[in-house]
């Protein structure tokens, strides 16, 4: 724990005061002894002060698209290994010089990303958090988890435990720790802040860590993982098994052709399916109808399309006739992401797979970023799914709330 700032902080006793006599001192990396995470061996601590930082942020999750100026505040990166893991995490926590509103917050990543370097932290900051994030160890990218694999065939399971859980923990003791050393006292309350991967995180802390946070908001959290990511890719399996690749207009006239026959059902005719339970619009029976793609040019719905529009909505359903996870909505935009197709240069179209399962299948099951999942059999597709559950449910399902 860090203890250099208790007593020059318990001397005061308006805390504004406290918080900018601290910070003129504090923000020094020579003043901050090293944070005590059991498990971890802590590499360095270098701490600068920022003034009048601005950034724009997107839209993510909770937290809404701005043009954040004059940020004042004192930046900490902290790194460490877990001894024999041969890993190198940073944990960066930005601290208010001014205005602290007394609490903590942990920021979430997205997609492969265990944490994003500003897009959370800063607007926590900027309404008075002490906030921290993590790389977990690895590139903050998106999409290509480049960090998978230790070796051609060999998952860095290290690496997937950072970013599954373990790096989530340390950061959050590590940021709490600090807090506690710059501002003479532990946060009053600590809240973690995520969507996505940010929001499945969300609930392993919740799920593993249970005593580290007050409150969580797990936004469209990636829970059951296993299951889920492979099953995004059914659709696209399916076109490939078909060789069928359709224009996304033919696709949102399917899911027009569904709405239409299901929207009402709710006793609410608004565009939306509120029972999606009670439709089981077969795609099959609008085959042959016109429609107009992009407005303009007449065209019919295909058995082809239906088949794939069928796929979308039920999910995996094995050669036994067994349904191995869910579908989408019938009224989910299918284009926008998981049955998207895209022109080759010759015009013809193409799969245009969301790429979070297809690195999963090639990095996580077949531990080969070039094995070539266009190619694989309905049986392989299954096994690709049991492999799955069978070698990571306790990694990283994040499914289990007892
Ligand atoms: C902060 O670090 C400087 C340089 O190492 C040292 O002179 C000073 O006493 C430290 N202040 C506190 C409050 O620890
Ligand atoms: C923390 O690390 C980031 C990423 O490498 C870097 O941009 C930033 O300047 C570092 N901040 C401090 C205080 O060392
Ligand atoms: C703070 O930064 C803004 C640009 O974001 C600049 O216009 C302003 O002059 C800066 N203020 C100070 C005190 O440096
Ligand atoms: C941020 O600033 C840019 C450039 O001035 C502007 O185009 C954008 O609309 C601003 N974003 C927000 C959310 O205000
Ligand atoms: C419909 O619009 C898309 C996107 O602009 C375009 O790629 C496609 O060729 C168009 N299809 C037809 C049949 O005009
Ligand atoms: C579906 O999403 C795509 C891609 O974001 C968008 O271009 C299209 O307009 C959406 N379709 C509908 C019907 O909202
Ligand atoms: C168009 O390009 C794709 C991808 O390169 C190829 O598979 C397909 O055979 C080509 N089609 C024609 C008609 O040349
Ligand atoms: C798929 O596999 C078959 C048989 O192994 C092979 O002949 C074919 O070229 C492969 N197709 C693609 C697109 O890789």
């Known amino acids: 724990?860090?203890?250099?700032?208790?007593?020059?902080?318990?001397?005061?006793?308006?805390?504004?005061?406290?918080?900018?006599?601290?910070?003129?001192?504090?923000?020094?990396?020579?003043?901050?002894?090293?944070?005590?995470?059991?498990?971890?061996?802590?590499?360095?601590?270098?701490?600068?002060?920022?003034?009048?930082y601005s950034t724009a942020v997107e839209t993510s999750g909770a937290v809404l698209a701005a043009n954040?100026?004059?940020?004042?505040?004192?930046?900490?990166?902290?790194?460490?290994?877990?001894?024999?893991?041969?890993?190198?995490?940073?944990?960066?926590?930005?601290?208010?010089?001014?205005?602290?509103?007394?609490?903590f917050q942990g920021t979430g990543g997205g997609g492969w990303a265990t944490g994003s370097d500003t897009q959370l932290v800063a607007p926590a900051v900027a309404a008075g958090y002490a906030a921290a994030t993590t790389d977990g160890g690895h590139s903050n990218l998106l999409v290509h988890p480049d960090w998978a694999l230790s070796s051609p065939g060999n998952v860095n399971y290290f690496l997937l435990q950072d970013f599954a859980s373990v790096a989530l923990s340390d950061m959050t003791v590590i940021g709490q720790a600090l807090t506690e050393s710059f501002y003479g006292r532990p946060a009053a309350h600590s809240y973690w802040n995520g969507c996505s991967t940010g929001g499945r995180q969300g609930l392993m802390l919740a799920q593993r860590y249970p005593e580290l946070y007050d409150g969580i908001l797990a936004l469209a959290p990636a829970i059951n993982?296993?299951?889920?990511?492979?099953?995004?890719?059914?659709?696209q399996h399916v076109m490939n098994r078909i060789a069928y690749y359709?224009?996304?207009?033919?696709?949102?006239?399917?899911?027009?052709?569904?709405?239409?026959?299901?929207?009402?059902?709710?006793?609410?005719?608004?565009?939306?399916?509120?029972?999606?339970?009670?439709?089981?619009?077969?795609?099959?029976?609008?085959?042959?109808?016109?429609?107009?793609?992009?407005?303009?040019?007449?065209?019919?719905?295909?058995?082809?399309?239906?088949?794939?529009?069928?796929?979308?909505?039920?999910?995996?359903?094995?050669?036994?006739?067994?349904?191995?996870?869910?579908?989408?909505?019938?009224d989910a935009n299918l284009t926008a992401g998981l049955v998207a197709t895209t022109a080759s240069l010759n015009g013809t179209l193409t799969s245009a797979p969301f790429p979070i399962p297809t690195d999963w299948i090639k990095f996580f099951i077949e531990k080969d970023p070039l094995f070539n999942i266009a190619n694989i059999s309905d049986a392989e597709y299954f096994r690709i799914l049991h492999e799955s559950r069978n070698q990571y449910a306790g990694i990283i399902n994040t499914a289990d709330p007892t």
């Open 1 to 52: 724990m860090l203890h250099a700032f208790v007593s020059l902080t318990l001397a005061a006793t308006s805390f504004p005061l406290v918080a900018s006599l601290a910070t003129s001192l504090a923000c020094c990396s020579a003043n901050h002894t090293y944070p005590s995470v059991f498990g971890t061996e802590i590499i360095s601590l270098t701490a600068v002060e920022v003034r009048n």
């Open 246 to 330: 359709p224009p996304a207009c033919e696709l949102e006239a399917f899911t027009a052709a569904a709405i239409a026959a299901c929207d009402d059902l709710d006793g609410v005719v608004d565009g939306i399916i509120s029972d999606e339970n009670a439709c089981d619009m077969d795609p099959h029976s609008v085959i042959g109808q016109s429609f107009l793609c992009n407005g303009t040019v007449p065209m019919q719905l295909t058995a082809a399309g239906a088949e794939i529009a069928l796929a979308a909505w039920t999910g995996p359903v094995d050669a036994s006739g067994k349904k191995q996870w869910y579908g989408l909505n019938r």
């Open 225 to 235: 993982w296993d299951s889920f990511i492979v099953a995004e890719y059914w659709a």
């Open 68 to 103: 954040l100026t004059g940020l004042n505040f004192c930046s900490i990166n902290v790194t460490y290994t877990h001894p024999g893991w041969n890993d190198l995490i940073t944990v960066t926590t930005w601290l208010p010089l001014t205005g602290w509103n007394g609490r």
